[in-house]
Structures are given as structure tokens and as C-alpha cells.
């Protein structure tokens, strides 16, 4: 099993910045994929920025060029800088672990950015 807690989230207006975190505890493999997803009202799901343990980054075209994942392998933790922030970011922002066959998911932290 493994535990997710993200943290970072709150409230702020267009155009700042907000550094989310996602600490990995438990059965941790060295091999794995960690990624933050968001969910706005009304919406589905979506992925954001995914990161592998060898480091290869992936973004959503809607934050490319604004949003910055990276992670410290030694602190199982993942990290999003989200910087020129829009209304339409806002939503409850979730990370994932996924190690093999297996996926995890964090309780979720809510971002607003109002306008």
C-alpha cells in the first residue's frame, strides 16, 4: 500500500502562484510514476503533469510553459509549480502513484483562482 498526502493548495488571484505537494509513504518502489490530476466542478477528471522515476515530464497543452513538475526521489515527494494561474485552473487537485499494476490517489487539495 501506499499513502498520498498533498498539501499547497488555497486561494489566489489570476496571474500567482501556488507550489502544491505530494508526499508518497509506505511500500514505495524505486520504479513508479507520480502525477497530478484536477477536477472542476462539473468536470471529469483530468491529468495535468505526470513525472517518471527516470524523470521524463509530461504536461497538459493547457499548462505548458506555466506549470513545472518535479520530485525528490529521496522524499518520495512530488511537487507542481503553478505559476501565471487562471480562473479556469481552479479545482481540487489530486496526486497519483502508479507502480506496476497498482495506482494510488491522495485525498485531493482545492486550488480557486479567482479573477
Known amino acids: 500500500q501506499v499513502q498520498l498526502v498533498e498539501s499547497g493548495g488555497g486561494l489566489v488571484q489570476a496571474g500567482g502562484s501556488l507550489r502544491l505537494s505530494c508526499v508518497a509513504s509506505?511500500?514505495?518502489?524505486?520504479?513508479?510514476?507520480m502525477g497530478w490530476y484536477r477536477q472542476a466542478p462539473g468536470k471529469e477528471r483530468e491529468w495535468v503533469a505526470i513525472?517518471?522515476?527516470?524523470?521524463?515530464?509530461f504536461y497538459l497543452d493547457s499548462v505548458k510553459g506555466r506549470f513545472t513538475i518535479s520530485r525528490d526521489n529521496a522524499k518520495n515527494t512530488v511537487f507542481l509549480q503553478m505559476n501565471s494561474l487562471k480562473p479556469d485552473d481552479t479545482g481540487v487537485y489530486y496526486c497519483?502513484?502508479?507502480?506496476?499494476?497498482?495506482?494510488?490517489w491522495g485525498q485531493g487539495t482545492q486550488v480557486t483562482v479567482s479573477s
Open positions: 513525472i517518471t522515476s527516470g524523470g521524463n515530464k
Open positions: 497519483r502513484h502508479v507502480r506496476g499494476s497498482s495506482e494510488y
Open positions: 509506505g511500500s514505495i518502489d524505486s520504479i513508479n510514476v
